[in-house]
């Protein structure tokens, strides 16, 4: 290359290339992303890639490693801190989503397009992923928790609205691109608000017993999920 580079230290040099292969994998996709574009993208050369990264999986895999760390650290440097389960929630959500949409990049290598690939990257996915949903599904259970030891809902409807989050992530923050008067703040409030009110009834109802009967056939016109969402108060 024409430009002469100073040496960097190699952890320095090896970020710089994760970073630039998170451009170029959220653009082109995994398949179609070359390693020779990801050197051009990190202003370094060809064999230095694969010198660090070892190959196209390496750096693939180096991504959603380094990836998932951020997000689980992000979402715990919001929670820490906080006086109570419920403050810890809210700013934990709130930190999720900050993350992703500060990081759309990240989120489309992490979340949208790793889940889409097989061998070799199935185990390496399989780990990351359930990395970042323990630590959002410990979140929830541990912000649906009421004083004196009792539940908004149970520990396994907890796991339900951790998912229906980590969706409403991917799903929201094209949304919140289209409606800048809109920040992850902003969102986190909505989606709480919502979320813990349908749990509030759904829990009253008596319907987030461990183990519930199978639902009857609901009447013409009755919502199958449960009573709808009521207002936000």
């Known amino acids: 290359m024409g430009t002469k580079h100073r040496r960097l230290p ?17 653009r082109r996709g995994y398949h179609s992303a070359g390693v020779e574009e990801i050197a051009d993208e990190a202003g370094i050369s060809k064999p230095m890639v694969y010198i660090y990264l070892g190959s ?5 895999t180096a991504c959603i490693r380094r990836e998932a760390d951020r997000l689980v650290e992000a979402v715990r440097a919001g929670v820490s801190g906080c006086a109570t389960p419920g403050e810890g929630l809210w700013a934990g959500l709130r930190a999720f989503f900050e993350f992703v949409a500060d990081n ?9 397009q790793a889940r889409t690939q097989g061998e070799p990257f199935s185990r390496e996915v399989f780990q990351a992923r359930c990395r970042v949903m323990e630590e959002i599904t410990s979140l929830v259970v541990t912000g649906t928790a009421t004083e004196g030891g009792g539940r908004l809902v149970s520990e396994k409807d907890a796991e339900v609205l951790a998912h229906v989050a980590a969706g409403a992530a991917d799903a929201l923050t094209d949304w919140l691109l289209q409606h800048p008067e809109e920040t992850p703040e902003t969102l986190t409030r909505r989606i709480v608000t919502l979320a813990l009110a349908g749990a509030e009834r759904y829990a009253a109802s008596g319907e987030s017993a461990a183990s519930p009967a199978p639902p009857e056939e609901p009447p013409a016109g009755a919502n199958p999920a449960g009573a709808p969402i009521g207002p936000a108060h």
């Open 10 to 26: 190699r952890e320095v040099r090896e970020q710089q290339m994760i970073d630039a292969a998170i451009r170029v994998f959220s």
């Open 56 to 60: 196209k999986e390496g750096v693939f």
């Open 104 to 112: 759309r990049e990240s989120w489309i290598v992490l979340y949208q």
